[in-house]
């Protein structure tokens, strides 16, 4: 073998060969034998050493014919010695052809080239990434007489590297994704640079319809990716269908020798698929559909492509699903909000709309009450009594529906009043004439402003302890049918900003629920303190309490402890009297406004642990109380509002 010229500047591979070449290169003094010649003997050398080298390694000479191979080469490549010698090696991809002519002009010019990195072709047509080191050697003359090269196979390194940073970049990618469309596709371009395929899919399983269908769908061709979505197989069906089945991953070499391949998916969507990988997507012990890679651009698929690709699928399964339940949530989320606004325009008209009835039967029983004052029958006041409080409760859940929904409509108050004041003179001889009343048009004024006018809360300074004893005192007697026995503890406290209307509904909302959960010779107990970031009113009752599931929804919508059927319309403040359900919410929209905080801690009673279990609504009658003692430790509610510690200004809500 002709012998290089000097020692390459470098090395071709790495610098363990570099220090390997010159070590064997080098002559050792031994004794010399007339039969052996010395160049022989360097020769023997040089080929014992690239027999040894791991990597493939050839010699061209000038015309770039083949002049030695060593087994690397033949084990790597395929072709053997006798295939190639006094041959070109067809091993040049057509697109790399130019680029290889212009890096052996660089070579000839350079005469040492290292780390070239390019691709050559194996006999079978795989191609190969490739690390090329090359150098001219010379005959003992100076004359460049051919070159050597050494080729390093890193298909599978630079596999791995790609791969690692896909799945890098997928893992640090899937957190970002809240739409599930855009993971997908996502997860499909990775695959299709990843694996080098003109496509790839995600085939979800629709388990109501028992179908496939493609979720996401990224093709070279881009008409045939949109075509795909739109296309759904049966289950049992397909390649897709047997990987599904199965549990295995499956490559499809050759689509028309496939016993699985739905033909008609690919009339469908106007495309031509040649060959296929498919893995399943498990979600722990269940799959939810199969990822595919489909046209693999040079060769076959591998084993290497089934291990990459179950990678990719075992990591975007959770996420997938946890996508597709955040889409069905938001989804959710969205026809609520449409129809919570369509309940809250129902109820705000029909609470608009109640007022004039409520008001005209209100008015009409007071005039009955008049005709009917002289009546001998004692029974007319017992029936009116019940009509004008059934009348109030009307009326007052009206208040509170606009207090919920804090958007009041006075179209009907500025009608009215126009046509009061573009009918004032008419109206004041109509009245005169029928009633003889001068003032009677003011009062109808009045009327309409208190019906129909503006009632905006204004916050104002106010002493928590003082209030809360005053009106307590007041509605002391709303409940002294009641037999229950309610005690104060007020201390001295610093002043709040509130409205005071909003301020009593708060105290007189609780201390009815407070009421008509206790049962007759119960305990009710009112405190005003000072807390530690403001003023506190706690108002706790010794009564059912109310269950778990109930606590977590009762400040939350229009929602009773009672169960529907044992829902009652009594007295206010008797026993069970069945609430509307709104005042507890009202508070907790109110704390929103006005920025103080309402939290419950409730117990219910051991005796009546369910909800539809009742309370015989007095102590002396209840079969599992043997004393006051045995219910007052049986269960019971505290509300807490903790008022904020801030000046009036700051302090003061926007309504």
């Not at 791969?163 to 695959?191: M, P």
């Amino acid at each position: 073998m002709p012998a290089v010229r000097g020692k390459p500047s470098g090395s071709l591979t790495s610098a363990d060969r570099q220090q390997l070449i010159p070590n064997l290169m080098e002559e050792q003094p031994m004794p010399v034998k007339k039969t052996e010649n010395l160049s022989e003997r360097t020769d023997h050398r040089y080929r014992a050493f690239l027999e040894f080298l791991p990597d493939p390694v050839f010699v061209f000479n000038l015309d770039a014919t083949v002049s030695y191979l060593n087994p690397a080469f033949v084990r790597i490549f395929g072709w053997t010695a006798e295939e190639l010698e006094g041959r070109r090696i067809p091993f040049v991809p057509d697109h790399l052809k130019e680029e290889t002519r212009q890096g052996n002009q660089r070579l000839f010019k350079e005469k040492v080239v290292h780390g070239v990195e390019t691709k050559r072709l194996t006999k079978d047509g795989r191609i190969l990434d490739i690390l090329l080191d090359a150098a001219i050697f010379y005959e003992e003359e100076n004359e460049p007489s051919g070159q050597v090269a050494i080729l390093r196979d890193i298909t599978r390194e630079k596999r791995i590297n790609r791969s690692n940073r896909a799945l890098f970049r997928i893992a640090k990618a899937l957190h970002q994704f809240q739409r599930l469309d855009e993971l997908l596709d996502f997860i499909t371009k990775e695959v299709q640079d990843l694996l080098e395929v003109k496509g790839a899919a995600v085939i979800l399983l629709d388990e109501a319809k028992k179908e496939f269908f493609f979720r996401a769908a990224t093709y070279d061709d881009t008409e045939a990716g949109k075509k795909f979505k739109e296309i759904r197989f049966p289950v049992d069906k397909g390649n897709a269908g047997y990987v599904y089945r199965t549990g295995k991953p499956l490559i499809v070499p050759d689509t028309s020798k496939s016993p699985f391949f739905l033909k008609e998916v690919d009339a469908q969507a106007g495309y031509e698929t040649r060959n296929m990988l498919f893995v399943p997507i498990w979600i722990q012990d269940r799959k939810i559909g199969v990822l595919c890679a489909v046209n693999k651009e040079d060769g076959e698929f591998t084993q290497e492509d089934i291990d990459l690709l179950g990678t990719i699928a075992s990591t975007v399964g959770l996420p997938i699903e946890n996508a597709g339940i955040n889409e069905e949530l938001n989804r959710s989320y969205k026809e609520v909000k449409s129809l919570n606004r369509a309940k809250d325009r129902v109820i705000h008209h029909l609470s608009h709309e109640l007022k004039t009835p409520v008001s005209v039967l209100t008015a009409s029983l007071g005039l009955l009450e008049k005709r009917l004052s002289g009546h001998t029958d004692p029974g007319w006041k017992r029936i009116l009594d019940r009509a004008q409080r059934n009348l109030h409760r009307i009326l007052e859940m009206q208040y509170e529906i606009e207090d919920i929904l804090h958007e009041r409509d006075y179209k009907s108050y500025q009608m009215i009043s126009t046509l009061l004041d573009v009918c004032v003179d008419e109206l004041e001889v109509l009245v005169s004439e029928k009633l003889g009343e001068a003032d009677a048009v003011q009062k109808i004024r009045l009327r309409v402003e208190e019906l129909f006018g503006p009632r905006d809360s204004l916050p104002q300074e106010i002493q928590l302890d003082r209030f809360v004893e005053e009106d307590i005192e007041v509605l002391r007697r709303r409940f002294a049918h009641r037999q229950c026995r309610l005690e104060t503890r007020i201390d001295s406290v610093a002043p709040i900003w509130i409205p005071q209307d909003v301020l009593h509904k708060i105290v007189e909302g609780l201390v009815r629920n407070a009421v008509e959960n206790t049962p007759d010779r119960g305990y009710i107990e009112v405190t005003v303190r000072k807390g530690k970031n403001g003023p506190e009113l706690e108002i706790k009752d010794f009564g059912v309490g109310v269950t778990e599931d109930n606590q977590r929804l009762i400040f939350e919508s229009n929602f009773s402890t009672h169960e529907t059927m044992q829902y009652t319309s009594r007295r206010p403040y008797d026993f069970g009297a069945g609430g509307k359900g709104f005042d507890l919410l009202r508070m907790k929209i109110f704390s929103e406004r006005y920025r103080f905080k309402i939290r419950m801690i409730s117990k219910r009673c051991r005796f009546i642990p369910q909800d539809e279990d009742l309370c015989p609504g007095n102590i002396y009658a209840c079969e599992h109380c043997q004393s006051v003692e045995d219910c007052l430790h049986s269960g019971g509610t505290t509300v807490i509002v903790q008022f904020p510690m801030t000046d009036r200004v700051s302090s003061r809500a926007q309504p």
